[in-house]
């Protein structure tokens, strides 16, 4: 289960869409610069991987506003850091395995 925002139902898991479609990509593009025009292009087609962005975005953002939380909590500050890193790498293997499909067709 997503760890969710104290005193809200806000969960980390799939959101909707915002009403920008390339506001969701901004910070993997950020995170991932070498393959920015990769994952905007790839993300145009591929509702997965806007959905793995979309979470980044949203556990980067979440993870900003604890930090800047007083007095700090910590417990959710460690679980949205490593929610993030999780992301991250999911991220990049998802990459790594779309570049490995669309070699092989």
């Known amino acids: 289960m997503w760890p969710t925002t104290p005193g809200t139902d806000e969960g980390v898991g799939r959101m ?9 990509l901004t910070a ?5 610069a070498d393959v920015a025009d990769i994952i905007r292009s790839r993300a145009e087609a591929d509702e997965v991987l806007r959905d793995l962005c979309e979470d980044y975005r949203t556990a980067r953002q979440t993870l900003t506003r ?3 939380e007083k007095p ?3 417990k959710k500050i460690a679980e949205y850091a490593s929610l993030v890193e999780e992301l991250e790498d999911e991220i990049m ?12 067709e």
């Open 93 to 104: 293997r998802y990459m790594l395995g779309a570049e490995r499909q669309s070699n092989n």
């Open 16 to 24: 909707s869409a915002s009403k920008n479609p390339s506001m969701p």
């Open 66 to 68: 604890l930090k800047k």
């Open 28 to 32: 993997a593009m950020a995170r991932f």
């Open 72 to 74: 700090r909590p910590t």
